[in-house]
Structures are given as C-alpha cells and as structure tokens.
C-alpha cells in the first residue's frame, strides 16, 4: 500500500527560509527593489540564497521532487531553479536540462541531451511570478504529444492564470500568502499592500 503523499505546505521550512540572511528584504518608502529589468517590487524575495543553506536548500528539493513525481526529465531554468532542478533529478533518478538565459549557437537554450522519448517534462524554477523565465525551459519541447508541469518554490499567485495561458500544469510549493502568514503580524500588515499591487502589475503582463 502506498503512503500518501503530504503536499500541504510545511510552515516549519518557509519559517527556517525567512531565517536565511538576505531571503527576504524590502523598500516601502522608494521606489522599490528592481526584480527584472524595468520592473521594480517593494518586496523581494531572494530565493538563491537558500543554496548556501544545506539544511533549507535540500529540504525544499526533496518536497519540489513530489511534485515532480512521474516526469520523464527535469528542466532547471537558469539561475534560479538549476540546483533545484539537480537534486530533483537526482531524488527521482531522471534526466536532467538546463534551460540558458540566452540560446548558445550551435546549441540552442537548452543544455544537454534530449533522446526524443521523454513524454512528461517539470519545469523547476525559484519564483513564479508571470510565467516568462519558464518559456525557455517548455517552448522547445512542448506539443501535443507531450505533458508540462511547471514547479516553482514560491509563487505570487498566478498559477491558474500562467496554466491558462500556456496550456501547462502548474505546482508551486508556496504561495505569496504562506510566505505573509509565517511572518510577524506587524511586518505581513506593512508587507501586504505592496504585495497586492505588485500581484495586480503581475495580472496586466500575464494579460490573457
């Protein structure tokens, strides 16, 4: 009989992430902390700083491999999901791509080798915010033959509207109100405003 699988959110993780120096900062008073060229949040969250933190970083791998449980190959989006990405495959003892930033001549996005016979792909990244970084990892090996799943550590909420968009699955181990609910009272007051409209600038790009 197999056990079943928790999938709920571990507060007891997302509490030792916050812990992590540097995971999560913010600006209220400017005009924000710039996330993606041009685009600017009052709050930020550092998800590559948990790589410097065995105990946090393969805790969070070894719950985003549930979610990645049935796929033939795993694609790390660069930077932010390629560790993730790497003990995934290695828990699930399955093919490993990485996704570039900026497709190499010759080789294309995509770094290493497809054999044609993979049917279900896990896109791992860090963050899910509008769904673009994760376009490298699925745009050259999504049709219909194949199956999608994009997985994210952390997501601003979009999952349904990202999934939509795209026509893919999408898992994210936390969302944004996890991450407001473990912190104190007072700062998730100060911190949820800025959140909201970030998430409402987040809908207007995804645009569908």
């Not at 949040?41 to 946090?56: F, L």
């Not at 497709?103 to 290493?112: D, F, I, R, S, T």
């Not at 912190?183 to 959140?195: D, G």
């Amino acid at each position: 009989m197999k056990t079943a699988i928790d999938l709920s959110p571990d507060k007891t993780l997302l509490v030792d992430m916050l812990a992590v120096p540097g995971f999560l900062t913010y600006d209220l008073e400017g005009k924000g902390i710039e996330v993606k060229p041009g685009r600017y949040s009052a709050v930020y969250v550092n998800m590559k700083t948990t790589w410097s933190y065995p105990d946090v970083l393969f805790p969070i791998a070894e719950k985003l491999s549930d979610l990645c449980r049935g796929c033939d190959c795993v694609i790390g989006i660069e930077t932010g999901g390629s560790p993730y990405a790497s003990s995934v495959a290695r828990d699930l003892k399955t093919s490993l791509i990485l996704a570039r930033k900026e497709a190499k001549e010759q080789m294309g996005v995509l770094a290493g080798y497809l054999n044609g016979e993979e049917k279900e792909f896990a896109v791992v990244d860090d963050v899910l915010a509008t769904g673009r970084s994760s376009e490298r990892g699925f745009l050259s090996v999504k049709n219909h033959q194949n199956k999608v799943r994009i997985v994210s550590v952390l997501s601003y909420g979009m999952d349904e509207l990202v999934a939509k968009k795209y026509g893919v699955e999408v898992k994210s181990l936390y969302q944004i109100e996890d991450l407001l609910e473990a912190l104190k009272p007072e700062l998730a007051s100060k911190l949820t405003p800025p959140i909201r409209t970030y998430q409402e600038s987040l809908r207007k790009i995804i645009n569908i």
